[in-house]
């Protein structure tokens, strides 16, 4: 959220610490704008679902991507990756890592890494006026992973997103959970300050329930009926949780690489990133 896919200092840093710590890899940014400016943009205003079918039908061009794939997520970008995995069949998944990534979606607008962020402000103007209205709902990003605990049945009926990557609606999708469950490993990676995703739990696939109590994964009906496929991963060894320091998106070089050479090899086809914090 505000960043591009191709920042020298951000982004781009991260590009160049895996291709160093994985000499030979393949790594490919997803680019959601023709431009830099339109791809900052398109954090803040567009459709999920439409992104995820672009994304969708441009990785399974890329012939380096066709016999496996790594994918790294960061903050909401994570998210955008889980999706892509449960909806895009051509695109063979092994490993996701994702980074304080709202996966069980946030009971506030996130706020702005910068407060003078002309963009972010004008998201948080609109989401400010209605999160369930069907402009705001179809237009702004980060109203189509938002959740009220406390308007439950408003969620489920209004949002055009997170319900159904979820799995929240009947009938439930088994492609999608026979396609998490096909992961080699799903990694979770939390911040221990985290300041921007609420509640931090959501990092974790955990939330708060209707009286505001915090409900980790294990507790919450998703994982206990296994709709998503995470208790079967987890029984098996294949979901790990992770917390790393700092707030949210403070990561250092050194704890990244650590991630990278515990996750990642250059046996599969390197890993994919997502550009927006």
């Given amino acids: 959220m505000g960043d591009t896919c191709c920042n020298n200092q951000t982004m781009g840093a991260v590009a160049r610490l895996i291709q160093e710590e994985l000499p030979g890899a393949y790594v490919h940014s997803v680019k959601l704008g023709a431009s830099e400016s339109a791809d900052r943009n398109a954090g803040f205003f567009g459709n999920l679902n439409d992104q995820i079918d672009r994304v969708c039908t441009e990785l399974s061009g890329i012939s380096e991507l ?22 895009c069949p051509q695109l063979r998944a092994k490993t996701l890592v994702t980074f304080g990534s709202p996966h069980s979606g946030v009971a506030r607008i996130p706020k702005c890494p910068q407060e003078n962020d002309t963009l972010c402000n004008w998201m948080r103007r609109l989401a400010s006026r209605g999160v369930y209205s069907w402009y705001i709902r179809d237009h702004v990003v980060q109203a189509q992973y938002f959740k009220d605990p406390e308007r439950l049945d408003d969620y489920l009926e209004h949002n055009i997103f997170l319900p159904d990557v979820n799995m929240e609606l009947l009938p439930r999708k088994e492609d999608y959970r026979e396609r998490i469950c096909a992961l080699d490993k799903l990694v979770l990676v939390r911040f221990a300050n985290e300041d921007m995703i609420y509640p931090e739990l959501s990092s974790w696939f955990g939330f708060l329930d209707a009286d505001g109590n915090r409900v980790a994964l294990e507790n919450s009906t998703m994982y206990q009926e296994d709709w998503l496929g995470l208790r079967e991963l987890d029984k098996s060894s294949r979901l790990e949780f992770v917390t790393v320091e700092g707030k949210h998106m403070e990561i250092s070089d050194q704890a990244l690489r650590g991630i990278v050479a515990e996750y990642f090899t250059v046996a599969v086809n390197s890993p994919l990133f997502r550009e927006q914090f």
């Avoid at 994918?71 to 892509?84: C, E, I, K, T, V």
């Fill in 66 to 87: 066709q016999h496996g794939v790594n994918l790294m997520g960061f903050s909401q970008g994570g998210l955008f990756l889980r999706a892509l995995v449960q909806r």
